[in-house]
């Protein structure tokens, strides 16, 4: 559609327009949810969905206010910084959206079946495309010989990760946190090498579409693994807590590998402006109570757990934390206090960290924990932000797409394909690191709670 159709064309035809490029997102999601006295995922399931009869639906719905559009539950509620669908339309989709029902009850043009095929989700005249390149100095690249070995075992984690969340006061836990950077980029080498046991952490030649197809069948396999829960959970009530407790030094400092990219502004003014998007809606956007570690502390809060200020040297000296838990975290700190040197693993480490808050395996979560009436918006808040419709996960491949144009306007094939393999490299850091924080987690699971627990819910 060229810019003069698109001001031609009412409201509602634009609105159906947005639905129909984010169908091939929404599938999966909505599970038993009604509309119109209809399955919402019966709205998208054929090839040519009814958006006539979805748009007259949710014009009929409680989510729609004519007489105060702006305050729409669809508006003010799903799409908020707190709802289930936050991130799923742009800004400029939700004036669309909420135009298109001010325009209710007047004659508006009706949408024909079919009219508007679904959109294929490669991102080309969506919000979601690449930012524009603006030139770029000389490919940088990450320093392969520390000053002392990084895999010290002098290494304190606990005290590295108190000096990093406070870094302003200890600026001498720089040096520490780059060395701690390399070690788990060589660890996840490493795991590429061994890439014929682990497929899916083999690396391949990037193209734009290679790419973005692995993203969508790695995303779409995710969400179709998911299956109607059924009791009871997996986990019970106290040991979901346990567990909970033992990912605070995580979630709590949720964000932080993004916390240094204004820096990037001026080499990369584009990729930084998508990247403090993500990060801005990690830590509230403003709004203190809505960071993500907020609410992941009222999640605690209601069920009696108090923890230490994450800040303080009591958090780290807490006797419900093992050494292993500040593994993923410290290396998640110790990224951000280098943006521009790993640049590249670090924007892949940031695609792996969005894409992990989609599919089955969060959405059963919070249907596990809805069962066991455990707050679960400390969850659900991801898998609505994360969309990769226009979501932080379609932010953070639109910003690996535009690092890689970029090099290839200003250096060639040959340094895509270098700084590529970093990309990826930094993809794959993320199941490394957390694998070591999980197997620990298992000991000390069957430890607590018994393996014959860990047989009956994991192995069975």
Known sequence: MTVGEDLRSSPRQRAAEIIARKLPYARGHHRDKLLGGRRIEEWFCAEYPDLEGLLNALAESPYVDTAAPESSRLISDLVSARGSMFRVFTEEEIGIVV??????????????????????????????????????????????????????????????????????????????????????????????????????????????????????????????????????????????????????????????????????????????????????????????????????????????????????????????????????????????????????????????????????FYMKLVDELSYWRIDARIISVHIASDNLASGHAALAKAAIVAYLEELGAGYGEREVQRHWRRVWRGYVSLRVVAAKTWFDLLIRFVSRFGLKRVQRRWVT
């Open 99 to 360: 135009e298109w029902i001010r325009t209710l009850g007047s004659t508006g043009d009706p949408v024909p079946r079919g009219n508007v095929e679904p959109q294929a989700p490669d991102g080309r005249g969506d919000a979601t495309g690449p930012w524009p390149g603006t030139g770029m100095g000389e490919p940088e690249s990450a320093s392969a010989s520390p000053v002392q070995d990084a895999r010290s075992p002098r290494l304190d984690k606990r005290l590295l990760y108190y000096q990093l969340v406070n870094a302003e006061r200890y600026p001498e836990s720089s040096r520490p946190a780059k060395h701690y950077v390399e070690r788990c980029l060589a660890r996840a080498r490493r795991a590429m090498w061994l890439s014929r046991l682990y497929p899916e952490l083999c690396s391949f030649e990037y193209s734009r579409a290679a790419f973005e197809h692995r993203i969508e069948v790695s995303y779409r396999e995710a969400v179709d693994a998911y299956r109607p829960f059924v009791p009871p959970p997996r986990l019970s009530r106290e040991e979901y807590l346990w567990l909970f407790v033992q990912l605070a030094p995580l979630i709590l400092v949720d964000g932080c590998w993004l916390r240094n990219v204004g820096c990037l502004y001026a080499r990369h003014p584009g990729i930084a402006a998508g990247l403090l998007e993500i990060y801005a809606d990690e830590v509230g956007g403003g709004d203190p109570e809505a960071s993500h570690a907020a609410i992941f502390r009222e999640l605690l809060r209601s069920e009696g757990i108090d923890l230490p200020e994450v800040s303080s040297d009591e958090f780290i000296r807490c006797s419900k934390f093992p050494s292993a838990v500040f593994d993923l975290p410290l290396y998640l700190l110790s990224i951000s206090q280098y943006p521009r040197t790993f640049l590249p693993e670090l924007l892949g480490l940031n695609l792996a960290i969005e894409l992990s808050g989609l599919g089955a």
